[in-house]
């Protein structure tokens, strides 16, 4: 191979890589969008909305499996209807330390989740770690998940309460 060729093939690879980050931020940021500052699910209407905007990171084929949070789910659309009845009234999601292995137009890739979570069932705030597996494909809609599996490492109680811990989620234009 040519050095040109090598570079590009390089570069190219640098590119998908950032390509997939910038799909699970995107995931992130939708699966974020349904909570209030004030750690609450906001109204159907944006909670649907955020969902399918989350949905849409996945393939149309895509398998996603949330373990105790939402069993194995086949398809877009079946993926995107289990975001509207999320499991959690609040949740934050952090998806850190990728590492992606990318292979033509297919890419493994493995996240550590941080997640601050509100449980729909109480009122306990808590830390979860966790990781999560993809298979990602390039698409004709760019890079999609098409399979996801996601296991709790940690689950942390914070609080009993979620009064005890708004000091960890400042509210919209509160100071950190």
Same mark, same amino acid.
């Given at each position: 191979?040519?050095?040109? =060729?090598?570079?590009?093939?390089?570069? /190219? #690879?640098?590119?998908?890589?950032?390509?997939?980050?910038? *799909?699970?931020? +995107?995931? $992130?940021?939708?699966?974020?969008?349904?909570?209030?500052?004030?750690?609450?699910?906001?109204?159907?209407?944006?909670?649907?909305?955020?969902?399918?905007?989350? =949905?849409?990171?996945?393939?149309?084929? /895509? #398998?996603?499996?949330?373990?105790?949070?939402?069993?194995? *789910?086949?398809? +877009?659309? $079946?993926?995107?209807?289990?975001?509207?009845?999320?499991?959690?009234?609040?949740?934050?999601?952090?998806?850190?330390?990728?590492?992606?292995?990318?292979?033509?137009?297919?890419?493994?890739?493995?996240?550590?989740?941080?997640?601050?979570?509100?449980?729909?069932a109480d009122e306990?705030?808590?830390?979860?770690?966790?990781?999560?597996?993809?298979?990602?494909?390039?698409?004709?809609?760019?890079?999609?998940?098409?399979?996801?599996?996601?296991?709790?490492?940690?689950?942390?109680?914070?609080?009993?309460?979620?009064?005890?811990?708004?000091?960890?989620?400042?509210?919209?234009?509160?100071?950190?």
């Amino acid at each position: 191979m040519s050095g040109a =060729a090598d570079l590009s093939g390089r570069i /190219a #690879a640098i590119e998908h890589r950032e390509e997939i980050r910038d *799909l699970m931020q +995107r995931y $992130a940021r939708a699966a974020d969008a349904k909570y209030t500052p004030d750690l609450n699910l906001r109204d159907p209407e944006a909670v649907s909305q955020a969902a399918a905007e989350q =949905a849409a990171c996945f393939a149309e084929d /895509a #398998a996603w499996s949330a373990g105790q949070f939402g069993g194995v *789910l086949t398809g +877009r659309a $079946a993926i995107a209807k289990f975001f509207e009845s999320s499991p959690w009234s609040y949740a934050l999601h952090h998806y850190v330390c990728p590492e992606i292995a990318v292979d033509g137009d297919t890419a493994e890739v493995r996240w550590r989740l941080i997640e601050i979570g509100c449980p729909q069932a109480d009122e306990r705030v808590v830390l979860l770690s966790g990781v999560v597996e993809q298979i990602c494909r390039r698409t004709s809609e760019g890079w999609r998940i098409t399979s996801m599996n996601f296991e709790v490492l940690q689950e942390i109680e914070l609080a009993d309460s979620r009064n005890a811990v708004t000091c960890l989620i400042p509210k919209k234009g509160q100071a950190a």
